[in-house]
């Protein structure tokens, strides 16, 4: 008998009709034997509509009065899903985020999971109860209820399949799988049978929101493989584990990318020691962080120098460089908010030459300028305008092979 740590996102549970859906195969695994944790998201499009009201309520809902709110979407499918199990007389019991103690720090709407006291859920496993858990929230030491940042019920699933120790956690959702990007911008996408952690963590940090990043941090840290499943439709989908080391890489495992972007250029600045601290820091003490960073070459010791922030946060840091501008001595700052970052992704890349010189062919080949680059040992990012994104995205996916229909890997 095993132990399944299952995970149903908003879609899988929108009404009642797929929430009987959950309960069905939650009996199944019951009938055959398993025990079975299920932590479920709030219904789609639940969380959105909370944080629309906490906007209207306030301009600046105060953090700890949010977190109260949002985690109150959860709690209404944990109970739901409780009832139809035990409308088919499958024993289950939910819990919100607190009344099976997932100790967070008090970083509101976006607190880290400390630890988890397990007993409860044990105790009800071993009455053949199934155990229903709020994902997306905690507990912090005060006893306040904290939230885990969008997408969190993933890292609430991975933490607990942790703690009991579960072979894998499955997360179920509305794609049958992690593909080589985003299906619903690429059609073409394919699906990976296999991911590792490494690769994971990159897509998930560059823009791939199918699982939220923190869980795939969990899941490396403690070396518990997730599975990407569809709850719509039954199949194998996508295992993230541990690089093998007879594993053949592929060059490239996917394109990721963000429209969460926006860019600043301070133009016109002296170039001479201490200005990129000058300018950064400023950006730092207003807690924006700052992801691409680019000098260009001094023209009669004159430079320009730019910088990406999330584009929730463009406003605020053009704001406090144009009060900066003159101390600087700098010409002039603009700001661009139609920004997008396209990555590529591959631990394959570490052995290969050239990925670079045909990424950036492709993007000319279709017109596509790139405004900024950055490169690590497993990606390459490029900056582009917002308007080429499906186009680039596309582009690249074809380039290196990736179309459902190509013959390379
Ligand atoms: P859930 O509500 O189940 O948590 P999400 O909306 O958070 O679901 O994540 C699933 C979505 O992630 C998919 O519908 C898809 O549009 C998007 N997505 C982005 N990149 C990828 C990718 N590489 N593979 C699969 N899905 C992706
Ligand atoms: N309901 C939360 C959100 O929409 C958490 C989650 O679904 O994972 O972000
Ligand atoms: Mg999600």
Request: include cysteine; charged fraction near 25%; proline fraction near 2%.
């Amino acid at each position: 008998m095993a132990l399944m740590v299952k995970k149903y996102g908003g879609t899988s549970v929108a009404d009642l009709e797929r929430i009987r859906v959950v309960a069905e195969q939650a009996q199944e695994d019951r009938r055959q034997g398993h025990d079975v944790v299920i932590v479920v998201s709030a219904m789609s499009g639940e969380t959105n509509r909370l944080m629309g009201l906490a906007l209207e309520a306030s301009d600046n809902p105060n953090p700890r009065e949010l977190d109260v709110l949002l985690s109150t979407g959860e709690q209404v499918t944990i109970a739901l899903l409780s009832m139809c199990l035990a409308e088919w007389n499958c024993p289950a019991v939910s819990y919100t985020g607190a009344q099976v103690h997932i100790r967070t720090d008090s970083a509101f709407n976006k607190a880290r999971i400390l630890d988890i006291d397990q007993r409860r859920i044990r105790r009800d496993l071993e009455k053949g109860r199934v155990v229903v858990v709020a994902g997306f929230q905690g507990v912090d030491e005060e006893g306040n209820i904290t939230t885990l940042g969008r997408g969190g019920s993933d890292t609430t699933a991975v933490a607990l399949a942790a703690a009991q120790g579960a072979k894998e956690c499955q997360i179920y959702t509305d794609v049958d799988g992690v593909y080589t990007t985003d299906p619903r911008v690429v059609p073409k996408a394919r699906k990976l049978d296999r991911l590792t952690f490494e690769e994971m963590l990159e897509l998930a940090s560059l823009g791939a929101k199918v699982l939220q990043i923190r869980a795939v941090e969990f899941a490396s840290k403690y070396n518990v493989p997730i599975r990407v499943l569809s709850s719509f439709e039954a199949g194998e989908g996508t295992l993230i584990a541990p690089e093998e080391a007879e594993m053949e890489q592929p060059l490239i495992s996917g394109i990721a990318f963000t429209r969460d972007e926006a860019k600043i250029t301070v133009q016109g600045v002296p170039d001479k020691p201490g200005i990129a601290y000058q300018i950064l820091d400023a950006v730092a003490d207003a807690n924006i962080e700052v992801d691409m960073i680019l000098q260009n070459i001094s023209n009669e010791s004159a430079t320009d120098f730019t910088f990406t922030v999330h584009r929730n946060d463009h406003e605020r840091a053009l704001g406090l460089l144009e009060t900066t501008c003159g101390e600087l001595g700098a010409q002039s700052v603009t700001g661009d908010a139609s920004i997008v970052k396209i990555s590529l992704v591959g631990v394959g890349m570490r052995s290969h030459a050239g990925i670079a010189s045909t990424m950036f062919g492709a993007l000319a080949a279709e017109g596509i300028n790139i405004q900024m680059i950055s490169t690590s040992e497993i990606k390459i990012s490029v900056v582009v305008d917002e308007k080429y994104l499906e186009l680039a995205v596309r582009a690249l996916h074809t380039a290196f092979g990736l179309d459902q229909d190509s013959e390379e890997d």
